[in-house]
T-cell receptor, first 109, second 112 residues
């Protein structure tokens, strides 16, 4: 099955800083999603982005499917951005999504 | 309801007992997923439903685990003869095909 690797595993920022999170996947994908898990454990879908670039406020994501990676950009970070960011990938047939191990982001005021 | 609903939110059970976890997906969502998250870990895939069928149940850890979905809606995950290693948060998600997954708040299972 698809292998998903995320980097860095941990990231500590001061409020207002920018950051880039990376997700590498081992095979062709038709399904690529980013999630944020807040400190209370809720998982929120940020982007459905099997290819191309999307933006939502201070967050944007880019997936380069041919090179098997996706990037999540966070600009002007806020303390509420803290939590774990997960990337999940699925193959060319619809079905199982495999999650990476996540990036733990801590934003200090 | 507006989102994915899971019940109970917390379950404490004794080793060896059976438990049932329930998931109510977003209305109209054809795909339903179960994942498990152990403390401080990532999400482990358990099973995926499309309608009432389970094309991929490859993540179920043992034959003590089973799941069903009825009416293309509610799903139940059953764990028989629970063991301490089954303690985790069990997460359910639903989606339309080729669309974002929406997660419930999970059921925290503790086996004593």
């Amino acid at each position: 099955g698809i292998q998903v690797e995320q980097s860095p595993p941990d990231l500590i920022l001061q409020e207002g800083a920018n950051s880039t999170l990376r997700c590498n996947f081992s095979d062709s994908v038709n399904n690529l999603q980013w999630f944020h898990q807040n400190p209370w454990g809720q998982l929120i879908n940020l982007f459905y982005i099997p290819s191309g670039t999307k933006q939502n406020g201070r967050l944007s994501a880019t997936t380069v499917a041919t090179e098997r990676y996706s990037l999540l950009y966070i600009s002007s970070s806020q303390t509420t951005d803290s939590g774990v960011y997960f990337c999940a990938a699925g193959g060319t047939s619809y079905g199982k999504l495999t999650f990476g191990q996540g990036t733990i982001l801590t934003v200090h005021p | 309801g507006a989102g994915v609903s899971q019940s109970p939110s917390n379950k404490v059970t004794e080793k060896g007992k059976d438990v049932e976890l329930r998931c109510d997906p977003i209305s109209g969502h054809t795909a339903l997923y179960w994942y498990r998250q152990s403390l401080g870990q990532g999400l482990e895939f358990l099973i995926y439903f499309q309608g009432n069928s389970a094309p991929d149940k490859s993540g179920l850890p043992s034959d003590r685990f089973s799941a069903e979905r009825t009416g293309g809606s509610v799903s139940t995950l059953t764990i028989q003869r629970t063991q301490q290693e089954d303690s985790a948060v069990y997460l359910c998600a639903s989606s339309l095909r080729w669309s974002p997954l929406h997660f419930g708040n999970g059921t925290r299972l503790t086996v004593t």
